[in-house]
């Protein structure tokens, strides 16, 4: 009944963009900020952006700070994650997820609702 789907990933060379989405189905947003994360091969999962339930604000890993802008549109039941200037580091499995709160204060821990993740590949 909770689910979110991400789409959007793909192989990309360094310094190009993708745009990921997640959309949710059997529940609406209009209630839970949404997570972005990220893991790669032999690293730890890590928190890359966060927007509150009302788009209000929105949180960013230093990593990738004016790179990617994360977004909503809750009459969609959409969030997509924009994703500029890619570099081979970007590279990772990136989820989506739902907090239990409808802000950001508690990311990046306390996200209980998890999509099947989407690839994301930057390389030449």
């Known amino acids: 009944q909770l689910q979110l789907v991400e789409s959007g990933g793909g192989l990309v060379q360094p310094g190009g963009s993708l745009r990921l989405s997640c959309a949710a189905s059997g529940f609406t947003l209009d209630y839970y900020a949404i997570g972005w994360f990220r893991h790669a091969p032999g690293k730890e999962r890590e928190g890359v952006s966060c927007?509150?339930?009302?788009?209000?604000?929105?949180n960013y890993a230093d990593s990738v700070k004016g790179r990617f802008t994360i977004s909503r549109d809750n009459a969609k039941n959409t969030v997509w994650l924009q994703m500029n200037s890619l570099k081979p580091e970007d590279t990772a499995v990136y989820y989506c997820?739902?907090?239990?709160?409808?802000?950001?204060?508690?990311?990046?821990?306390?996200?209980?609702?998890w999509g099947q993740g989407t690839q994301v590949t930057v390389s030449s």
């Open positions: 927007i509150s339930y009302n788009g209000g604000s929105t």
């Open positions: 997820a739902a907090s239990t709160y409808y802000d950001c204060s508690a990311y990046p821990a306390d996200f209980s609702s």
